[in-house]
C-alpha cells in the first residue's frame, strides 16, 4: 500500500506538471479524435503481438521440455500479470506472476525461470537493437554527426543475439560477466551480484542448448511480435494527426518501452506522457496536445488487457456458476 501511494503520488505530480506548463485543454479535446474503424484495427494489432507473445512461450515450452501450456493459458497469465504490474513494483515483479502461473501448471520451476528469463533478455535485446536501429535511419542525427556512433551501437547490439544463439558464446558470456562482477568494490555485494548473473546465464545456456531451428524461429518470434509493435505506434500517430516518417515509430515505440519500466509510475503514467512531450516537441514541432492524445491512447489500449486480467483474476475467484433446471 505505501508502494502503491508513492507510485500514485509522483505520478500526480508528474501528470500536474505537464497539463499546466504544456497543455491547453481546449485544444487537448479538439485533437482528441476517435476513429472507430482505425480502434477497431489498432485493438487488432495489439492483440496479434500480446498473443504472439503468448506463443512463443508456449512453442518453447513444447520444444525445449515437451510441455504443452496452450497459448491460451500464457496469455490469460500475462494479462493477469499486466493487471498486478499496476501495484507491484515494477514489469519485472508483475512477470513474477506469469512464472507462478506457469511453473504452477507445467510442474517446472527451475525450467519455467529459466524460459521466462530466456525470452525476456531476448525480448529487451530486441527492442535496443530495432531501437539503435530506428536511430541510424533517423535523419535528425546526421545534423547532430551522430549517425557513425549509432551505427556502431547497432551492430554492438546485434551482436548481442549471439550468446542467444550459441551456448557456447552463452559460455563466455558467464565468464566474462563473473569476472567483470567480481572486480566491483562493494564486497557486501559481490557475491549476490555474481550468483545472480550465473542464474541468469544459466538459463540463457540451458535454452540455448536445443535445436539450431527452433532458437532460430523462437527469435523470429521475438522480431515479428515487435515488428507488430512498431506498426501499431506508427498507425496510431496517423490517428492522432503526427505525420512523421515511419522510422521514428521504430525508436519512440522502444525509448517508451525502456523509460515504462521505471517501478514509479502507474502504467507508465507521466513519464511516458513527458517523454513523447519532448521528444515529438523538441525534433519534430508536434503539438503538445497530439502528443499528450498520443499518450492517452497508449494508455488507453494497455488499460484494456490490464482489465482483461483484473477480470480473469475476478472470475478465478469468483467463479459463474450456472444452474440448469
Known amino acids: 500500500m505505501i508502494l502503491s ?12 506538471y505537464v497539463f499546466y506548463h504544456y497543455i491547453d485543454f481546449n485544444d487537448f479535446l ?13 485493438l487488432v ?11 512463443q512461450i508456449h512453442y518453447y515450452f513444447k520444444k525445449v521440455f515437451d510441455s504443452k ?41 527451475t525450467a519455467s525461470a529459466s524460459v521466462i528469463i530466456f525470452l525476456r533478455l531476448m525480448s529487451i535485446i530486441t527492442l535496443i537493437a530495432f531501437t539503435a536501429i530506428g536511430l541510424v535511419f533517423e535523419e535528425k542525427l546526421v545534423d547532430l554527426n551522430l549517425r557513425r556512433y549509432i551505427i556502431i551501437m547497432a551492430v554492438l547490439f546485434l551482436l548481442m543475439f549471439v550468446p542467444f544463439v550459441s551456448s557456447k558464446a552463452a559460455t563466455i558470456m558467464k565468464q566474462f560477466s563473473r569476472a567483470i ?28 542448448n ?27 500517430m496517423l490517428m492522432v494527426g503526427i505525420h512523421l516518417p515511419f522510422q521514428v515509430s521504430v ?26 512531450i519532448y521528444l515529438l516537441g523538441e525534433f519534430y514541432q508536434v503539438n503538445p496536445e497530439n502528443s499528450e492524445v498520443l499518450s492517452t491512447f497508449c494508455l488507453a489500449f494497455n488499460l484494456i488487457f490490464v482489465l482483461m486480467g483484473g477480470m480473469a483474476v475476478w472470475l478465478k475467484n469468483h467463479p459463474v456458476t450456472m444452474k440448469i433446471t
Open 30 to 42: 479538439t485533437a482528441l479524435k476517435i476513429h472507430p474503424w482505425l480502434l477497431l484495427v489498432l
Open 45 to 55: 494489432i495489439s492483440f496479434a503481438f500480446r498473443y504472439l507473445s503468448a506463443y
Open 210 to 236: 536445443v535445436d539450431p531451428r527452433v532458437i532460430f524461429w523462437t527469435l523470429s518470434i521475438s522480431v515479428l511480435s515487435y515488428m507488430l509493435s512498431i506498426l501499431f505506434t506508427y498507425r496510431l
Open 251 to 276: 525508436w519512440l515505440i522502444g525509448v517508451l518501452n525502456i523509460v515504462q519500466l521505471l517501478p514509479v509510475f502507474f502504467a507508465g503514467l507521466g513519464i511516458r506522457d513527458i517523454s513523447i
Open 69 to 109: 501450456l496452450g497459448t491460451n493459458f500464457v496469455f490469460k497469465a500475462q494479462l493477469i500479470s499486466s493487471f498486478y504490474g499496476l501495484v507491484l513494483p515494477g514489469d519485472l515483479a508483475g512477470g513474477l506472476i506469469t512464472w507462478y502461473m506457469i511453473s504452477d501448471k507445467s510442474g517446472e520451476k
Open 5 to 16: 501511494i508513492i507510485k500514485l503520488f509522483i505520478t500526480c505530480i508528474v501528470l500536474y
Open 181 to 208: 562482477v567480481e572486480i566491483t568494490p562493494m564486497k557486501e555485494w559481490r557475491s549476490k551480484l555474481v550468483q545472480l548473473s550465473n542464474k541468469l546465464w544459466d538459463s540463457v545456456i540451458i535454452c540455448t
